[in-house]
Structure formats: structure tokens, C-alpha cells
């Protein structure tokens, strides 16, 4: 934790430079950025009105600085593309108050320029930005604080920052304050002798227990040597007769302000009087191998494997790549830590003989970890080959290994009979869908799209959809060539727009309610649309002009005011003829030429040309769905969505009496969707060799269709679910709520009635999924994920919202109103009385 921030101001001394990087970060100008403190803990300081370059503030962040300093005018440039951990806010007390909630929340901190350091203001700020870290610049260089501010300021919870030109290493003056005095002000001693406990540690582990005093931190701070206070012989200056010397990398305070840690490297012998590493004992773990393998490095003896190894770089480099695959191919606790154990011991191996130590290779971790800009992180084309293995847990536990191209495509089978209560709710889970780390990935998207408009959008499309667009919006009329059509197609789009449209009409409430709650109270309730919907129809590997059907029609049904579809621009920059047309017949009134996170924003908040919506609907992959989450909880978007959504899913039952073909089919149909579909098959009573024909069944339809590759991949991870009774396997059901639910029993129609958790329901061997999906009228657009429990399909009440009104006559009122009066009057609402009680008045 800092006591106080140093600021370089011009020229600093390297003494003074170096002894500021053991206490912490140091904030540096962007003008001395390379030049100062390359390798060490920075905050970068812009320029107040100089032009942001956004470039290359990422690849200092990239590069190691902790944080960027923004002045508040260039801030939203810069919040939601940052991390908000990586950014302070530069502020003059003159425009504190200017500051946004988005701003405010879209920074870790603030730096405030003051002409005097006014504690009251300074408590007053910081609660306005509760939860951020305050740091306080007194706009005044010329006299230094005495350790009583930076006291003060500390337990206000603000950190001072502090100009270069008011530190000395020298002894405090009237013109500077020493480094040391500045760190040791706000410290406090529970101890009588006025001592710190100090903890020394070297990387990550504890080495022992000292303590410390203004003269030795003062000390250590300058020579950058481990130097404390003994408690019977005065100042010690560690190593000073034994040779075990320390070398200082960082000195922190503890968040109490009451004890200190020493990061240090430990020279000779080590740190205890016994001659070990520890007062707390020998190295052990990772400590204790680099150790070893340093001694066999300097004098391994004659003939040892750990010097062959050394020796032979192609056996070091066979042995690491043999025990990574083998850690790969391990399964249980046990196997992955005995196979991890050899691989840690190659891998440093190979690292002690290139001279890396762990702690080089924590500092790189460190390092990475301030990456603001990241790869894909795919694999390398000569490890993404398939590698046959285990085929145990379900399929939330872990992916499955692809299957290689001449093995059967085939399903997992799992006997709720024989399994475990614990290993039955693992079957019902789906994978974990990591929420806030894909928010975090959208949000600099939604951002840039946010503040920039079309110009990001323009952007953002040429990058993910690899399409040159001069314009983002088609408005009507749509040309006729846009729309071009193979007769059948429009045919059938034809009939399944009837169906649709016949369905959802029926479900409009276009009536009013009305109640008469007690006499002359008379309560309403009526549907009004909501007038601005905007409709997301995925791309990718598919075509889905039904997803337009099904979000137009209802839309369109409901009597919505604005229609604006959203779908990905091929390469050309065209949209597909058979969406074009199905805009036409719902009524678009634009078509958002983007996907992804990008047409969400936009959607969102409005551009230039994207008209905003109050709503948003339709499927996506996972940055869509984030995208719809994050928007519909920022205020400034003030919209909904309809629902979370995630992968397809489609459950299965089936007994006896069901055909395999059919089975199958419907299987593979929900499969092809994408490698995360989410296929599970329930069998009643089904003996394995009914199970075995419904596989072979899958295998051989498979092979016949064109996403095989898709398919590979998806059914490899999908489930058999056997069961005894058909009760059974709808209890599984109901609690796996699926989206979509086939059921192959011969009392289909009966069963519907247990059925409680579900998307959509198809009954009987005739009813595939794929009708509903397109034309028999219902609607595709499904809650996944397990949120059948809560949620609906999309319907056509889903584009309506309800006003309820009331209307009191005066003896209506002469009865309620003694209620309502009594009911205020507890609650301590006395205006809320009053405003009955003044009415009944008046009729008296």
C-alpha cells in the first residue's frame, strides 16, 4: 500500500530515482515515459491538453506502467476501452464536480489538483468517490509537507502525491521532506521501543521476522541493502559479518500502517543464523528444486541425470514434451499432480541452465497480466490435432477432445440408476458461461460504439464481418434486387409467415380489462406496444431467415412503431435476400447492415443513422448475450432484453416404441447449430441394444450431412440419459428444462400435462423440431441455459407492455378512502393521507 506517491518533476537524481522505485509506484510524465524508470513501477502522467493517443497509451500499459493518469477532458475517450483498474482520473478542485457517474465508475482513482491541501474538502471528496483510491497534489511545490499532513491525509484515506523537487534522501528541510520521513509519517508503533515489525520475504516466502526504525528504513532506502533495527546491538546491516547480504526490491507498509515487508533477494548462506533459507525452516516445493538444481548446475556430480540433462538439450527437450503429454492425458486429483510434478521439474531444469529463476518467471506472469491487448490464444496448428481420450465427465466438467475422422460419432451414456445424487445434478449442468469476463470483452466494443457512432461501426464491421461499408443502415423501400428469391424459398417463407402470423395473432390482448374492485373503484388494465424494438438475426454459419420471421411477426402483431432488424453484412456488404424479404413482410423500418456486440450498442444507444430501440431481441453467440446483459444495466441505454440465451439445446425422450431414425434426426438437428449445442437423449426401459441402434443411427446420419465436421464435435460431448419409468424421465426433464423437448412415448399427448420446466414442446414420432423452428407457428426463439424454469419463449405479449388505470367515483372514494388514509397513516406518509382526507373534506 503507498503512503505517498511520488511525481517526477524535470531532472531527478538516479540515487533519488532508484530509492522512489523501492517504495512504489512513481508517477512519470508521458514526455519521460521510455526514458525513466523503464522496468519499474510507473503511473504514466498525459498531458493536459495535448492530443490522446489511445495507441500508445495500450502499449505502455502493455509494456509494464501500472496506470495512465487521463485529464477529465480526454476521460471518455478512454473509460470502457481501459480497464477501469488502469486508469486515474486527473482532476482540478475547480472541476470536481464535473465529473459523470460514468466516468466516475469507469475509473479505479482519482488525482486531484488543490492549491492547498484542505483535509475537510479532501473527506468531503472521497466519499463522492466511494470505493476509488483518492491521491491529493498540491498545486503548491515550493514548500513541503510536514509529516503531520501526510499523516492526516492517510487516515482521511487519500494518498498524497508528492513533486520530486520536495524529496531529498538528505535530512528533512525547510525546501524538502527525506524520503524515509515522508514513508515512516503516517506508520504507527504499538511496540514501547517505537519499532516496526518488519517481514522479510524473497519470492513469496516468508524468510523471517525483524523490525525496523525510521534511521534503518532510511538506510535501506538509499543503499538498496537489507538494513533493520536489533533490539540489543542497535542498527543491523544484514550480512555486514556473514556475507548473507540482501538486496532491497521493494519496501511496502501493511494496510493498518503498523508493520512493514522487505521483498528482498538473499545473498550467501541465507537469511537465518542457522544457515538456512528461513528462520521457519529449509525451502521447500519449487524453493527447494531451484535450489538443487542451481547446486547441480555449479557441481553436479559426475554421471547424475540432472547433469545429462543439462547437457543434452535434446533429452531436456524430449523429456519436457513427454511429460506434458502425459499431464494432458492425466485424470484423476492424483495423476495431474504426480505428471505435473515431472513436468515442473524439466521445465526448470530448462530454465535454471538459460539462467530464468522463479521469480523471472513470476515477473513475467506479472507482466502479462498487464497486457491490455491480448491474442486469440489459439493453439498452434501441430497441437490442435485430435488426441483420443477420456470420456468420463459430463459435459460441463470439460470439453471433450475432438473425435479423430474415422471413429464413430457417438454419444456419453450415463444410468441414473447407478450414479450418484451428485453426479445426477452434474448432468444438469451446462457449461459455465463466464459472464463478467465476456462482459468485460464487450464492453470496450459497446463503448467505442457508444461514443463514436457510425464511424465505429463502420469500423468494427470492416474487422469482424470483413465487409467495406459506406453506409450501416437500409431503410425502406428495399430494392427488389435485394430480394431475389428462388421461387420455392419465397414459397415457403410464404407459408411459415402464415402460420407464424396466425399464431401470434391469436395471442395479442388487444381487450381491455376491467374491475370493479369494491363499488365505484373501478380498475383497468390494457396493452399498449412498445415502440421501438430492435431484432438481432445471427449470421456466422448459417442463414437464419426464420430467426426474422419469428422476431418480425410478433413484432409486427403487436403493432410496434419501429421495426429495426440487425443481422451481419456478408463480404460484399449485402444482406441475405432471404432476410431482405422477410423485412419486407414484418414491416421493417431499418436494417442494421452489423452483428455482435457492435449491432447490440447500437441498437442501444442510437448512432448517427441506427435508430435506438426500447427493447432487443433474438439469439447470438456469446458476445451478443453479453452484449444484451450489459446494455440492459447501464441507465444511459434505458432498454430490455428478452431474454439471456445460449447455446441450443434440445432433450429427448424415448422408449421402446420410438424409431431409431427418427430419434436420431431429431438428435442431429440441434446438433448441427454449433459445437457448444447442448443433446441429450432420455431412454425408458431401453435395452443396450435399442440404445446401440439409435447410436448407429446417429453415426450414419451424420456421415451424410454436410456439417458432419460440427457434428463430430458437438454429439461427441452429448449425453445418453437411461432411465426406468417414463415419470423418470420427465422429473430428468423438468429439472434439465430444456429448450426444446421431443417426446417419443406412446401416450405423448398425456404426458404434456407433467411437463413444468420447458422451452417448447414437440409431441409425438410426427412433431420434429424443425417445424416449430420454421412453420408450424410457434416461436423459435427459446430460453437455454436451464432458464426455462422462469422464462417464456419469445411470443407476441413480449412486444407489448401493460398500463393499468383506476377511476373512483366520490362514493367510491368515501369507502376507500378511510382506508387508504389508515394505511398511509402507518406507514408515516402523512402526505399520502392528505390527500385523501382533503377530498373527503370537500364532499362534506
Not at 43 to 56: E, F, M, S, T, V
Request: proline share 6%; with cysteine; aromatic share 6%.
Amino acid at each position: 500500500m503507498s503512503v505517498f506517491l511520488p511525481v517526477l518533476d524535470g531532472q531527478v537524481d538516479d540515487a533519488l530515482l532508484q530509492s522512489l522505485a523501492r517504495i512504489g509506484p512513481v508517477i512519470v510524465p508521458a514526455l519521460q515515459a521510455a526514458s525513466i524508470l523503464p522496468n519499474g513501477s510507473r503511473y504514466i502522467l498525459l498531458d493536459n491538453g495535448a492530443p490522446l493517443n489511445l495507441d500508445q497509451i495500450v502499449q505502455w500499459l502493455d509494456q509494464g506502467a501500472e496506470k495512465v493518469v487521463i485529464p477529465l477532458a480526454q476521460a471518455k475517450e478512454v473509460v470502457g476501452v481501459l480497464p477501469r483498474e488502469r486508469v486515474l482520473l486527473l482532476l482540478d478542485v475547480a472541476n470536481a464536480s464535473a465529473v459523470s457517474e460514468t466516468v466516475r465508475n469507469g475509473v479505479s482513482g482519482v488525482l486531484i489538483k488543490t492549491p492547498t491541501l484542505d483535509l475537510d474538502f479532501i473527506s468531503q471528496f472521497s466519499k463522492f468517490f466511494s470505493g476509488a483510491s483518492i491521491h491529493v497534489l498540491s498545486i503548491d511545490a515550493s514548500v513541503p509537507p510536514t509529516p503531520s499532513t501526510i499523516r492526516e491525509l492517510r487516515r482521511s484515506g487519500a494518498i498524497l502525491a508528492l513533486p520530486s523537487a520536495l524529496l531529498t534522501l538528505s535530512a528533512s528541510s525547510a525546501q524538502q521532506i527525506n524520503v524515509a520521513d515522508a514513508l515512516v509519517a503516517p506508520l504507527v508503533s504499538d511496540r514501547t521501543d517505537g519499532l516496526f515489525p518488519t517481514v522479510v520475504t524473497e519470492d513469496g516466502r516468508s524468510l523471517g521476522l525483524v523490525y525496523s526504525s525510521a534511521e534503518s528504513i532510511k538506510e535501506s532506502i538509499v543503499t538498496g541493502k537489507g538494513v533493520y533495527q536489533s533490539r540489543k546491538h542497535g542498527l543491523w546491516r544484514k550480512g555486514e559479518t556473514s556475507g548473507a547480504t540482501q538486496e532491497i526490491l521493494t519496501i511496502r507498509v501493511d494496510c493498518d500502517q503498523d508493520a512493514l515487508e522487505y521483498d528482498v533477494i538473499q545473498h550467501g548462506a541465507g537469511f537465518c543464523h542457522l544457515e538456512q533459507s528461513s528462520c521457519f525452516g529449509q525451502a521447500k516445493g519449487l524453493a527447494a528444486l531451484q535450489k538443487t538444481l542451481k547446486s547441480r548446475l555449479e557441481s553436479a556430480p559426475e554421471g547424475s541425470y540432472t547433469q545429462r540433462l543439462f547437457k543434452d538439450p535434446a533429452l531436456l527437450r524430449a523429456k519436457i514434451m513427454e511429460e506434458a503429454d502425459e499431464l494432458c492425458r492425466a485424470e484423476s486429483k492424483e495423476e495431474v499432480a504426480f505428471e505435473a510434478a515431472d513436468l515442473f521439474y524439466f521445465a526448470l531444469t530448462k530454465c535454471i541452465a538459460s539462467g530464468v529463476t522463479v521469480a523471472d518467471i513470476e515477473q513475467s506472469l506479472d507482466n502479462k497480466a498487464k497486457k491490455v491487448t491480448r491474442r486469440k490464444g489459439d493453439a498452434k496448428p501441430q497441437w490442435t490435432q485430435s488426441v483420443a481420450g477420456p470420456s468420463k465427465p459430463p459435459p460441463a466438467a470439460a470439453p471433450e477432445p475432438a473425435l479423430a475422422a474415422d471413429e464413430p460419432i457417438r454419444m456419453r451414456t450415463y444410468d441414473l440408476a447407478r450414479i450418484t445424487p451428485e453426479e445426477r445434478a452434474q448432468l444438469l449442468r451446462r457449461p459455465v458461461l463466464k459472464s463478467e469476463e465476456m462482459i468485460a470483452k464487450v464492453k470496450p466494443i459497446v463503448d467505442n460504439v457508444r461514443t463514436r457512432g457510425d464511424a465505429a461501426l463502420l469500423e468494427l464491421t470492416a474487422k469482424f464481418d470483413k465487409a467495406q461499408l459506406k453506409s450501416t443502415v437500409v431503410f425502406p423501400p428495399f430494392a427488389p434486387e435485394s430480394m431475389q428469391l428462388d421461387p420455392a424459398v419465397r414459397d415457403a417463407i410464404d407459408v411459415a409467415y402464415a402460420n407464424v402470423y396466425k399464431f401470434h395473432a391469436a395471442q395479442a390482448q388487444n381487450s381491455t380489462l376491467v374491475v370493479e374492485t369494491m363499488p365505484g373503484v373501478v380498475c383497468s388494465r390494457f396493452a399498449r406496444p412498445i415502440a421501438r424494438v430492435g431484432l438481432y438475426v445471427p449470421g456466422g454459419t448459417a442463414i437464419l431467415p426464420s430467426t426474422a420471421l419469428m422476431l418480425g411477426v410478433p413484432a409486427q402483431v403487436a403493432g410496434c412503431n419501429e421495426i429495426v432488424l440487425a443481422t451481419p453484412p456478408r463480404p460484399d456488404g449485402s444482406i441475405s435476400p432471404e432476410v431482405m424479404y422477410v423485412a419486407q413482410l414484418v414491416g421493417a423500418s431499418a436494417i442494421l447492415k452489423a452483428g455482435g456486440a457492435q449491432a447490440v450498442a447500437a441498437l442501444a444507444y442510437g448512432t448517427e443513422t441506427v435508430p435506438k430501440v426500447d427493447k432487443i431481441f433474438g439469439p447470438g453467440n456469446q458476445w451478443v448475450t453479453a452484449a444484451k446483459m450489459f446494455v440492459q444495466n447501464d441507465t444511459d441505454a434505458l432498454v430490455s432484453i428478452d431474454m439471456p440465451a445460449g447455446p441450443s439445446e434440445v432433450l429427448v425422450i424415448a422408449d421402446s416404441s420410438a424409431n431409431p431414425a427418427f430419434v436420431a434426426a431429431d438428435l442431429l438437428s440441434q446438433a448441427e447449430h454449433g459445437i457448444d449445442s447442448q443433446v441429450v437423449l432420455v431412454t425408458v426401459n431401453l435395452s443396450d441394444e435399442e440404445v446401440a441402434a439409435i447410436e448407429r443411427e446417429v453415426d450414419a446420419q451424420a456421415h451424410a450431412l454436410p456439417r458432419v465436421e460440427i457434428l463430430r464435435q458437438s454429439v461427441a460431448k452429448s449425453l445418453i440419459v437411461k432411465t426406468s419409468s417414463p415419470e423418470e424421465a420427465i422429473g430428468f426433464s423438468n429439472d434439465y428444462a430444456p429448450e426444446h423437448l421431443i417426446i417419443h412415448l406412446p401416450d405423448a399427448s398425456a404426458r404434456v400435462a407433467s411437463i413444468q420446466n420447458a422451452g417448447s414442446v414437440f409431441v409425438g414420432p410426427f412433431t420434429p423440431e424443425s417445424c416449430g423452428d420454421y412453420a408450424s407457428g410457434t416461436n423459435h426463439t427459446l430460453p437455454t441455459n436451464g432458464y426455462a424454469r422462469q422464462f417464456s419463449g419469445v411470443n407476441t405479449l413480449s412486444f407489448q407492455k401493460h398500463i393499468t388505470s383506476q377511476e373512483i367515483t366520490a362514493d367510491g372514494l368515501k369507502g376507500l378512502g378511510p382506508v387508504v388514509a389508515t394505511l398511509a397513516d402507518c406507514e408515516g406518509l402523512g402526505a399520502h393521507a392528505n390527500a385523501v382526507r382533503i377530498r373527503l373534506a370537500a364532499m362534506q
